[in-house]
DNA sequence: CCGATGCTTCGATGTGCATCGAAGCATAAG
DNA sequence: CTTATGCTTCGATGCACATCGAAGCATCGG
């Protein structure tokens, strides 16, 4: 299971179990120890429940300890659906995900923009001052009782995309700016090429 | 045992027992399959065996492992003899032992004088002009049954010194430049502050 | 409100494995 | 030679722990 998620994606108790090819109830209790070993952390999200390496020294823990068995590779787990326009966008509740989605948010934290503390995500000074030129008025979000901004955990990607009322204020602008629309009876966004090179740029997307 | 290991130091069967808690037997189990998993590897010394990491794979495993728990220190395990004076040097059979015998050795190995392989030696071709030069007929020694070189075990720093015809031949030396003289009825080097110096500079230690 | 899904808790079962005593083998020391 | 030391093999014992069925709880979808 640890190999599993070798791969940086959050995974849920089930696929865990099935990948270590044991029942629900013996993943369960597995999975138990190794949070309660500070190994694994968890996000409750509904009834699913994610796991994910706790940090950057079980990952180097576990990359020494493949270094000497075996089978070296760790695994690729397949997620999500197949369909891959769902996978590249879609909408979660009110806000962007998929592939765009989660690339938006490290663009956002690696440009010092976020700060990405796992479950919790916070506006930064910069990343105030970015949401405000852009006319958004954080004081009256902040005074809701909905979050600012989520860290949102990607059903396909299984990285954190950007949830929120912020969140929510993006999508209505990618929306808004026609820069892409939903699909009838379904959750995909589709981005025209211009929008999409609109959004890359207004929040310096790699 | 591996953590005790860390140390650097090759420890006996016994020492590694005490160190775990357990009696010979059980650490003699884990030891075999340490050793036939590759983790370590065993010099076998007359009656004695030494046990020590395979490698520094396996020293970056345990420091990822170590990194996670919660005692954090590798274990120091006293060795050898308390006498300061036999730890510092001494006759290992006719060849140097001790802590400067240790030095030379590595030295040899860091100059690139001498192929250090964990339980053989070989002179490289630099080592053979070096000691050609001071005199030596390699090639009478190498006629003989005793190799020319081997790495011997250091009883108290438990790391490789100069053994063999070669290792003989050095101590040989030392005595009858008089750098240094036995102390009678002991195995005990004492070295002279000129005759360590000469040493030190002959083969370039630090 | 109901069924389905995801996960956990409880309890029982079996097995793998560490542990150690006793005996055996090799080497060292006297 | 004999005795002591270091280590291993064999065999018996017992515990720890993984495993899973069944039942329970929470959440989602209609």
Redesign the pocket.
Known sequence: MLLALMGGKAL???ELSLEAG?????A?????KLVSGDLLLVRKQ????YFQLHNYEVAQMLEGLLNMSANKKPIEVPTGPKDPSLRNARVCYDHLAGKIGVDLYSSLVSNNYLYDNKDTALLTDSGKQLFSAFGVNLQELEQKKRPLCKACLDWSERKSHLGGSLGKWVLDEILSNKWAEREPDSRVLRFCDTGLNQLKSKYKMA
């Open positions: 849920t108790a089930t044991t029942t629900a109830q013996t369960s209790s597995h999975l138990a509904g009834r699913h429940k």
